[in-house]
């Protein structure tokens, strides 16, 4: 079992920046794939971002890319999401979630796990 909890969430002003971390519970943290989505009001959850369980590998969605910096501290069983530039289009509530086997880290059904979500407002 993995239990995650967000946090860092608020609101900033379009081209600020924030940081959500993830914080985890559970043996199998540092073998889980780790993934950023969000949801804005009416519409679906999507990718945002993911990491290997070492944090070799990243990946991110075309919308945030070169914007965003997913990286996890395996140590301290925490996972990150740097954003910059912050857009309009970015406001959201934003998902940590953790997932065992995941073929394809930015599809959803690989992960198990989700946090609760947090909000992220962008004002411009």
């Known amino acids: 079992q993995v239990q995650l909890v967000e946090s860092g969430g608020g609101l900033v002003q379009a081209g600020g920046s924030l940081r959500l971390s993830c914080a985890a519970s559970g043996r199998t943290f540092s073998t889980s794939t780790m993934g950023w989505f969000r949801q804005a009001p009416g519409k679906e959850r999507e990718f945002v971002a993911a990491t290997s369980r070492y944090g070799s590998t990243t990946y991110y969605a075309d919308s945030v890319k070169g914007r965003f910096t997913i990286s996890r501290d395996n140590d301290k069983n925490a996972v990150y999401l740097e954003m910059n530039s912050l857009e309009p289009e970015d406001p959201a509530v934003y998902y940590c979630?953790?997932?065992?086997?995941?073929?394809?880290?930015?599809?959803?059904?690989?992960?198990?796990?989700w946090g609760q979500g947090i909000q992220v407002t962008v004002s411009s």
């Open positions: 979630a953790a997932g065992r086997i995941v073929a394809v880290p930015q599809v959803q059904s690989a992960y198990g796990y």
